[in-house]
């Protein structure tokens, strides 16, 4: 990547907002290109090398209106709140942050109450949601290795930023907890999937295979992930 000029734009103007702009130079590009960050609604501009800041920004000025109509279609990130809603395994529930004593999460019908000061609720609820993720994935992942006759050493949980799991050459699996806002059966599925890896560290036909045994219906599932509801889960934020 090369370096920004001084004169580079920072910001457009869409819709009234002042939204940012992020210039990528580089030396391979023949064209410009516009993107808009899925996270975060900020546009990402690559330019060839020589292109003048005259020229970069009569090419956003010309594409403000596609610009303006996607950044409206995508599905801004939910901020947790009190009074919020936030998905739990498939169900949508709403927040309740008490400020009061005990503090702890309760599932209480369509409602997760997050006892205990309200500054740290959304910590305490983040905690709790992954260590719901973490038992989930343990008992999946169990289950689906006995099935493959495999095993593993041992289970992470982590916050990709683009990634569902992974397998290591050391056997150890990792999730991402956002998995525990998911179907069950979208869940089930990524852990059969890295349970398959443990067999083959690739996607070819005997690795599906492997997936197909543990989750016959897998297809729809990783199709779930990779729709709007999986880039969804993506934009929860917790700051």
């Not at 819709?15 to 990528?24: C, D, Q, Y």
């Not at 599905?75 to 809603?85: P, W």
Request: with cysteine.
């Amino acid at each position: 990547m090369l370096k920004l000029r001084a004169s580079d734009p920072e910001s457009i103007t869409l819709a009234g907002e002042e939204v940012p702009v992020r210039i990528r130079r580089s030396a391979s590009a023949k064209r410009m290109i516009l993107r808009i960050c899925d996270m975060t609604g900020d546009v990402k501009l690559t330019v060839p090398k020589r292109a003048s800041v005259r020229s970069a920004v009569r090419f956003m000025d010309e594409n403000s209106a596609w610009l303006t109509k996607t950044r409206a279609a995508q599905t801004r990130a939910e901020q947790v709140e009190d009074g919020n809603h936030i998905h739990f395994r498939g169900r949508s529930l709403q927040l309740e942050f008490t400020g009061t004593s005990p503090r702890r999460v309760v599932l209480e019908g369509d409602r997760l109450v997050v006892g205990g000061p309200s500054d740290l609720a959304g910590k305490r609820l983040l905690t709790w949601l992954k260590a719901e993720a973490r038992a989930q994935v343990q008992t999946a992942s169990e289950r689906h290795a006995e099935t493959l006759g495999t095993h593993f050493t041992r289970i992470g949980i982590g916050d990709m930023r683009s990634r569902w799991g992974s397998c290591s050459s050391a056997r150890t699996l990792k999730f991402n907890w956002r998995l525990i806002m998911a179907p069950d059966e979208v869940l089930d599925y990524v852990a059969a999937h890295e349970v398959a890896h443990l067999l083959e560290m690739n996607h070819s036909p005997r690795f599906w295979s492997h997936v197909m045994r543990c989750c016959p219906e897998f297809d729809r599932s990783r199709k779930w992930l990779k729709s709007k509801n999986g880039q969804a889960l993506f934009k929860v934020r917790f700051d």
